[in-house]
């Protein structure tokens, strides 16, 4: 099973555990995550990014200063926007936070239901799951020459049959190293490895 394959059956899960809906933030650095996910009501996670609620969310603070998981109920920390309040409009009214991963790279999610608390059960397996999605996101310290030569060519806006050329390779062999290195940048698309290896210095 391929990495990206993986992520996608972990989600899979998250949803299936989270009736009301999930924000998940990968490896985060420098206030930037890796990779972030959201399947709350769309409105809210339009409220919530237009009024730059991350800075003040106190799930986000107790994910930064804690590792684990507990319930938002269970959260004894500041809400001087009322975030929490606002949520509850949105059907977030019982959720759970997990967090993970050393501070330099930490990931931390937020998982919701509205018809009753999680269960201690379920709680443990959101964060075996969000564990478990957090060592397989890990981002790459490097591509592979081959794979970082065949990024920048395409990324200088060569064609596939040009790019493979000048590499003299087939353009199937050209297709299947710019395959690898996005499944190793866990991006769908050429345009997403390129944009994410630019910003992890990899190219």
């Known amino acids: 099973m391929t990495d990206t394959a993986r992520l996608d059956r972990g989600l899979a899960q998250l949803s299936d555990l989270s009736p009301k809906g999930y924000a998940l933030a990968l490896h985060i650095r420098f206030a930037s995550a890796h990779m972030m996910l959201q399947t709350y009501d ?9 009024r730059g609620y991350m800075l003040a969310d106190p799930m986000v603070f107790w994910g930064f200063g804690h590792e684990g998981a507990i319930r938002w109920s269970e959260v004894n920390l500041p809400d001087p926007h009322d975030i929490w309040t606002q949520a509850r409009e949105f059907g977030l009214l019982y959720g759970v936070a997990v967090s993970c991963g050393p501070t330099s790279s930490r990931t ?4 919701a239901r509205d018809d009753r608390e999680f269960t201690d059960d379920e709680i443990a397996e959101l964060e075996r799951i969000v564990k478990k999605l957090h060592a397989e996101s890990t981002p790459p310290e490097k591509l592979t020459p081959a794979q970082r030569m065949a990024l920048r060519l395409v990324a200088t806006g ?21 395959r690898a290195a996005r499944e190793r940048l866990f991006v769908r698309t050429t345009a997403e490895a390129i944009q994410r290896a630019q910003e992890y210095n990899l190219l």
């Open 42 to 50: 769309p409105r809210w996670t339009e409220i919530y990014t237009e």
């Open 108 to 111: 931390i999610g937020g998982f």
């Open 158 to 178: 060569r064609r596939h049959t040009e790019a493979a050329a000048l590499l003299g390779i087939s353009e199937s062999a050209l297709k299947a190293r710019l």
